[in-house]
């Protein structure tokens, strides 16, 4: 099983908006509403922020949202702010029964 | 408070074996799909296995098909992960991880901080 292809670095100013793409095929993004994001700070264990491609986490802020369109499934964060520095992680659910992560993006705060 | 606490990691030689442990508490442990993931020094994460509630059914990735047993004891509350044949490419941070439902599909709503094994000659 291929890892998702993600970004590996996007960037943003405090306040703007990014987004980070999550892509794989019909046999895991594309099949299955079982899409999850992950927030991780160096030397942290991994933090979920969304889950079922959309749904937020009680104490995840709303800034936070998550979408998908066809085998590509999207993390917005909108309002950027210093803390959401961090890499990034989706997740998805296979057709094998097995799951599968992305590769990872780091996003930089400027 | 749910917490996870992994245990059992270190130093081992190439072909050897080692029994990583996660004791879980704060939830019904025997409700919940339970999973071990693991990052790589410098690199992303990977997930390695995961079991459903009763034991009865398990999960891997291709990279450790074969090599690697998960099980559970619910009794104790405790997740393991047997390793054998161990490789170069298994040297990782460990973390045993809790599935948001009963089943695999969900996601990981809680993590533990991990154990470390490392595999060199």
């Known amino acids: 099983q291929s890892a998702l292809t993600q970004p590996a670095s996007v960037s943003g100013s405090p306040g703007q908006s990014i987004t980070i793409s999550c892509t794989g095929t019909?046999?895991?993004?594309?099949?299955?509403?079982?899409v999850s994001w992950y927030q991780q700070h160096p030397g942290k264990a991994p933090k979920l922020m969304i889950y079922?491609?959309?749904n937020r986490p009680s104490g995840v802020p709303n800034r936070f949202s998550g979408s998908k369109s066809g085998n590509t499934a999207s993390l917005t964060i909108s309002g950027l702010q210093a803390e959401d520095e961090a890499d990034y992680y989706c997740?998805?659910?296979?057709?094998?029964?097995?799951?599968?992560f992305g590769g990872g993006t780091k996003l930089t705060v400027l | 408070e749910v917490q996870l606490l992994e245990s059992g990691g270190g130093w081992v030689q190439p072909g050897g074996s080692l029994r990583l442990s996660c004791a879980a508490s704060?939830?019904?442990?025997?409700?919940?799909?339970m999973n071990w993931v693991r990052q790589a020094p410098g690199k992303g994460l990977e997930w390695v296995s995961g079991?459903?509630?009763?034991?009865?059914?398990?999960y891997y990735g291709d990279s450790v098909k074969g090599r690697f047993t998960i099980s559970r004891d619910n009794s104790k509350n405790t997740l393991y992960l047997q390793m054998n044949s161990l490789r170069a490419e298994d040297t990782a941070l460990y973390y045993c991880?809790?599935?948001?439902?009963?089943?695999?599909?969900?996601?990981?709503?809680?993590w533990g901080q991990g154990t470390l094994v490392s595999v060199s000659s």
């Open positions: 079922e491609v959309s």
């Open positions: 079991i459903s509630g009763s034991g009865g059914s398990t």
């Open positions: 991880a809790k599935s948001l439902t009963t089943r695999l599909r969900g996601g990981f709503g809680y």
């Open positions: 997740l998805s659910y296979t057709s094998s029964s097995t799951l599968v």
């Open positions: 704060g939830f019904t442990f025997s409700s919940f799909v």
């Open positions: 019909s046999s895991d993004v594309g099949g299955y509403n079982y």
